[in-house]
């Protein structure tokens, strides 16, 4: 099993930015994607983006497209989401996972292990 640590949240203003990381730990998955969520309240978990083991591939939620960007440090066990030009519909309990080696990348029921998650709060 693959523990996964989420840090980096907080409050921030409108048009600010956040770093997210999530460090992780145990039986990584060499080779799979990562990816994260998130949660707003009275909401589904929703991709938010993924990247590939090598790094060559990324993908992001249309919402997010040009202003987040995911990366991972594979020496280090460790990927990061850069959150530029936030927006108040951009709160969330924000929720780093580990890609189970089945299925699409943007789908929640193909990760395989889960952080606790980070709130994240834009204020307007």
């Known amino acids: 099993q693959v523990q996964l640590v989420e840090s980096g949240g907080g409050l921030v203003q409108a048009g600010g930015s956040l770093r997210l990381s999530c460090a992780a730990s145990g039986r990584i998955f060499v080779g799979y994607p990562m990816g994260w969520f998130r949660q707003a309240p009275g909401k589904e978990r929703d991709f938010v983006a993924a990247?590939?083991?090598?790094?060559?591939?990324?993908d992001y939620a249309d919402s997010v497209k040009g202003r987040f960007t995911i990366s991972r440090d594979n020496a280090k066990n460790t990927v990061s989401l850069q959150m530029n030009s936030l927006k108040a519909e951009d709160t969330a309990v924000y929720y780093c996972?580990?890609?189970?080696?089945?299925?699409?990348?943007?789908?929640?029921?193909?990760?395989?292990?889960w952080g606790q998650g980070t709130q994240v709060t834009v204020s307007s």
């Open positions: 996972a580990a890609h189970s080696g089945f299925g699409a990348h943007d789908i929640e029921t193909s990760y395989a292990s």
């Open positions: 990247i590939s083991w090598d790094r060559s591939t990324s």
